[in-house]
């Protein structure tokens, strides 16, 4: 496995990076300062993703291996249109979660670009030979490791991480958790445009509720620049 500097929760920087990535300057990524109704509607509207960084607790893990069983017995389906990658790049999730977050958007236009390129040559791929994909791209694995090193903090590759990014998207008036850690997407229930924010908010509360002892959580959100 190929390893990566892991990239901040620092919204002007992953700001920067989708706008490298070919996303127009009418969108951004912005803190979500709070869960709360009244919170949530200080964020510029439309919301199109809903980003989540979170600690990788023996709690996280045993609830991510006991759902992924549970899912695998009963089965999905899923939309074919449903962009979806596993992650075998050490500290990519952050980068992942982006590409999510844009790929399933197609309200987000991308100009001709690095990320333009890795979705028109990974379209009819698995999730799996995505993620293979990903580790051998010399154009985004560069993008990754400069804007990594744009943060407020010192990054280092070899330093063991116990974060980590997901995206949570609407897809065909469904809500999905996009983890590439997880061997498939999870539904979490309808949703719709103007219930998405709200819904993708009670899923954050609910990791959040599992681990009622740990602080460190990040919310971030794909949305407009202004309303």
């Known amino acids: 496995m190929s390893v990566w500097t892991p990239l901040e929760s620092n919204p002007e920087v992953l700001t920067k990076y989708i706008h490298k990535f070919g996303v127009r300057k009418e969108w951004i990524i912005t803190d979500v300062m709070g869960l709360e109704p009244e919170m ?11 980003i989540l960084l979170f600690p ?5 893990e045993k609830h991510r ?16 249109d449903l962009f979806y990658m596993r992650q075998f790049t050490h500290n990519a999730c952050g980068t992942i ?5 844009i790929a ?14 890795f979705l028109e040559m990974s379209k009819d791929m698995t999730p ?18 400069a804007l990594a090193q744009e943060g407020q903090t010192v990054a280092d590759p070899n330093e063991e991480v116990y974060h980590h990014f997901i995206a949570f998207v609407n897809k065909n008036d469904t809500l999905y958790e996009l983890d590439g850690r997880k061997m498939f997407p999870v ?17 954050c509360k609910e990791f959040m509720a599992r681990d009622p002892q740990e ?13």
Not at 56 to 60: A, I, K, V
Not at 65 to 80: I, V, W
Not at 215 to 227: D, H, K, P
Request: glycine content about 4%; overall charge negative; aromatic content about 4%.
């Open 56 to 60: 990788c607790s023996e709690t996280y």
């Open 104 to 117: 399933n958007n197609k309200e987000i236009m991308l100009d001709d670009g690095i990320l333009k390129d």
């Open 128 to 145: 799996e030979e995505r993620g293979k994909a990903l580790e051998t791209d010399r154009a985004l694995r560069e993008s990754h490791q």
């Open 187 to 203: 539904k979490h229930g309808a949703t719709n445009n103007e219930s998405f924010l709200q819904d993708a908010a009670r899923i």
């Open 65 to 80: 291996d006991e759902e992924q069983k549970r899912l695998a017995e009963e089965g999905q389906t899923l939309p074919n």
């Open 40 to 50: 949530l509607e200080w964020i510029p509207s439309p919301v199109k993703s809903i």
């Open 215 to 227: 602080l460190r959580f990040t919310v971030l959100a794909l949305s407009a620049a202004t309303n």
């Open 97 to 101: 979660a982006l590409i999510h977050s």
